[in-house]
């Protein structure tokens, strides 16, 4: 029976660019979800600060409304002056004042300090935006190039399918079926060439007596240990030898 090896070898080829691209397109949904989420992470981060900035806008009306109060308070107190009747009442009511003035110039120190933060929030948001419309050029930029990418192993995916497809059935069928079951077994990887005496997948010494069978290519013989069919695989210096060879008994033309 004649042992389809080359194009039991051609499959194997197509099977492994194959396995390759699927492994390739599988990461694309990952590459492209973390692109989508570092833009919106510079989105975010303009927000952050946009939110930032409303934080210190409230806080300092909130003690814009303490210092007006305080202030109408220390108002009504000066008024009460007129109409005391005693020193101590006096005394008190200039207590009240003083301590009204007091809180006054505590509160707008901190509405000061606010002020400064609110410049120092503005210039991180200025900066903020100026990276996100960098950061999100780039990642449009990469999403586009991975997507340009994906596209094209796609299409390389479907030239392979259909190389499949046509090199499949004309191999023997029980020969077909025996390299698909292995395949399936060994994670797409039935076939294993022999160099030096070696499968060089699980790397056992090939017999001998076997290795003379597997250069007469005459039938199927899987290694011993990885179960894998084997086939024997020409060292480079011995094509290298025989293509000199070649050249040598051509003779000059």
Not at 53 to 59: D, G, R, S, V
Not at 82 to 103: C, F, M, P, Q, R
Request: glycine share 2%; charged share 35%.
């Amino acid at each position: 029976m004649e042992i389809a090896f080359s194009r039991l070898i051609q499959l194997q080829h197509v099977d492994r660019d194959i396995q390759t691209i699927n492994s390739l397109l599988e990461a694309v949904p990952a590459k492209l979800d973390a692109i989508d989420q570092a833009i919106r992470r510079t989105a975010e981060i303009v927000a952050e600060a946009k939110d930032k900035l409303a934080a210190n806008q409230k806080k300092r009306r909130g003690l814009e409304s303490e210092v007006k109060a305080f202030k109408e308070q220390a108002a009504k107190f000066r008024r009460q002056l007129n109409d005391v009747k005693t020193n101590k009442e006096y005394s008190a009511l200039l207590k009240e004042i003083e301590d009204a003035s007091g809180k006054v110039d505590g509160i707008e120190e901190v509405i000061l300090q606010e002020m400064i933060s609110a410049d120092d929030i503005e210039k991180d948001i200025k900066t903020a935006q100026e990276k996100q419309t960098v950061e999100e050029t780039r990642l449009r930029e990469e999403r586009t190039t991975i997507q340009a990418e994906q596209k094209e192993l796609e299409a390389r995916r479907d030239v392979l399918l259909k190389e499949r497809a046509a090199v499949l059935p004309t191999i023997p069928p029980d020969q077909a079926r025996l390299y698909l079951r292995i395949s399936r077994k060994m994670a797409g990887v039935a076939m294993s060439p022999v160099t030096d005496d070696f499968c060089s997948i699980c790397q056992l010494r090939v017999r001998p007596q076997m290795l003379d069978d597997l250069m007469a290519m005459k039938e199927i013989i899987t290694c011993e240990a990885c179960g894998r069919i084997l086939y024997w695989a020409k060292p480079p210096e011995e094509e290298d030898g025989e293509e000199d060879k070649a050249d040598t008994t051509a003779g000059p033309e």
